[in-house]
T-cell receptor
Framework: DAGITQSPRHKVTETGTPVTLRCHQTENHRYMYWYRQDPGHGLRLIHYSYGVKDTDKGEVSDGYSVSRSKTEDFLLTLESATSSQTSVYFC?????????????FGNGTRLTVT | RKEVEQDPGPFNVPEGATVAFNCTYSNSASQSFFWYRQDCRKEPKLLMSVYSSGNEDGRFTAQLNRASQYISLLIRDSKLSDSATYLCVVNIGGGSQGNLIFGKGTKLSVKP
């Protein structure tokens, strides 16, 4: 399995508080992604990164920011959490940008915003 | 029309059965296609890529029909361990992994 670690695995937080989720990889892959998964929806891309300090928005980026200061770490921040951000968050990595290059996912973070 | 559509199931089949899932996509410019498997409360894992000529990996066969814009996954001789949700994934092109579109998944339950 690809070396991807997400932390925390579970978190409960209150509306309006900031939350940061961490993704750490040991594969030295250039590309990293944050997805959310909700019932009734496919996985949806929040933000992705194509290198240190290089990031771009995905389909559902509102309310989220990201940072990548090192190849191995990709942080997802909810500046002011809302109940609609209750979800399962998956980090993923890929080796290349070629369209056939698969994604490898971390084991997810379950976030509950009360 | 949604970009990637799958029958949500659940498909309840006995061990040893053959089961097939279809997935339709709306963007005719889609370039590459995948099936991922996701166990309950786990992360998705790549099952197989789908090639134009069709491809097989053991009991699993994937097919692509560009004219009708669908891909399929056939599982022969189902095992209990095949119980999972199967995600259809389509890359709509543009040279970015940001263009991966995930289906909502088809749930398979294999019973003894």
């Amino acid at each position: 399995d690809a070396g991807i670690t997400q932390s925390p695995r579970h978190k409960v937080t209150e509306t309006g508080t900031p939350v940061t989720l961490r993704c750490h990889q040991t594969e030295n892959h250039r590309y990293m992604y944050w997805y959310r998964q909700d019932p009734g929806h496919g996985l949806r891309l929040i933000h992705y990164s194509y290198g240190v300090k290089d990031t771009d928005k995905g389909e559902v980026s509102d309310g989220y920011s990201v940072s990548r200061s090192k190849t191995e770490d990709f942080l997802l921040t909810l500046e002011s959490a809302t109940s609609s951000q209750t979800s399962v968050y998956f980090c993923a990595i890929s080796e290349s940008l070629s369209e056939g290059s698969p994604l490898h996912f971390g084991n997810g973070t379950r976030l509950t915003v009360t | 029309r949604k970009e990637v559509e799958q029958d949500p199931g659940p498909f309840n089949v006995p061990e040893g059965a053959t089961v097939a899932f279809n997935c339709t996509y709306s963007n005719s410019a889609s370039q590459s296609f995948f099936w991922y498997r996701q166990d309950c409360r786990k992360e998705p894992k790549l099952l197989m890529s789908v090639y134009s000529s069709g491809n097989e990996d053991g009991r699993f066969t994937a097919q692509l029909n560009r004219a009708s814009q669908y891909i399929s996954l056939l599982i022969r001789d189902s095992k209990l361990s095949d119980s999972a949700t199967y995600l259809c994934v389509v890359n709509i092109g543009g040279g970015s992994q940001g263009n991966l579109i995930f289906g909502k998944g088809t749930k398979l339950s294999v019973k003894p």
